[in-house]
């Protein structure tokens, strides 16, 4: 089953706007990361914010954990053509495990 | 060059085989993963692997198996029993206990059934 669920399922945005999707999870989690794929590509890593953390920024990604809520948010600023990919989430439980769990994603398709 | 490796990229595999997807890393991570991705879905866990010479059952693991011999190698065979393999295939690796930091993927593998 899968812990993370993203909305929208899809994005399309003009160069130059901002792009917001949601993560939703079930279980208590020690941390969260977004990850990025490139069509037909592995992923890779953007961001991590542990459970005690409510808001991180790295470049134009700023990420917001809200526990209460069981939910995060990913806000990509001043979109780039180069920011089109899909964009997943990932939680890794509170339970002493290593299990690292994704969502379904969400694609994002800026327009130049 | 540190990373995770891969092979091969795309994969035939015949009705009723065997097949087995390399992944190897020289990241020295102890965490070791295996999911699959289907056409604009999500990723699935298979197996993981938090130290050599154990692993764990994923979500979806009917139909899979896997070792972990060397910390460095954690191949995935496809067996026969799979009956639906054709998918894309990530392997992915991290270190930390309790994952505390990212994870690092391979360009995966791309396994058709003709």
């Known amino acids: 089953s899968q812990q993370g669920e993203e909305d929208p399922q899809a994005l399309s945005i003009q160069e130059g706007e901002n792009a917001t999707m949601n993560c939703s999870y079930k279980?208590?989690?020690?941390?969260l990361q977004w990850y990025r794929q490139n069509s037909g590509r592995g992923l890779v890593h953007l961001i991590l914010?542990?459970?005690?953390?409510r808001e991180k920024h790295s470049g134009r990604l700023r990420v917001t954990l809200d526990t209460s809520k069981k939910s995060s948010s990913l806000l990509i600023t001043a979109s780039r053509a180069a920011d089109t990919a899909s964009y997943f989430c990932?939680?890794?439980?509170?339970?002493?495990?290593?299990?690292?769990?994704f969502g379904a994603g969400t694609t994002v398709t800026v327009r130049a | 060059d540190g990373g995770i490796t891969q092979s091969p990229k795309y994969l035939f595999r015949k009705e009723g085989q065997n097949v087995t997807l390399s992944c190897e890393q020289n990241?020295?991570?102890?965490?070791m993963y295996w999911y699959r991705q289907d056409p604009g879905q999500g990723l699935r866990l298979i197996y993981y692997?938090?130290?050599?010479?154990?692993?764990q059952k994923g979500d979806i693991a009917e139909g899979y198996s896997v070792s972990r011999e060397k910390k460095e190698s954690f191949p995935l065979t496809v067996t026969s029993a799979q009956k639906n393999p054709t998918a894309f295939y990530l392997c992915?690796?991290?270190?930390?206990?309790?994952?505390?930091?990212?994870?690092?993927f391979g360009q995966g593998t791309r396994l058709t059934v003709v």
């Open positions: 692997s938090q130290i050599v010479n154990d692993f």
């Open positions: 914010i542990r459970s005690n953390e």
């Open positions: 990932a939680t890794v439980r509170k339970t002493n495990d290593y299990k690292l769990s």
């Open positions: 992915a690796s991290g270190q930390g206990r309790g994952m505390y930091t990212e994870a690092f």
């Open positions: 279980t208590s989690i020690n941390n």
């Open positions: 990241l020295n991570h102890d965490a």
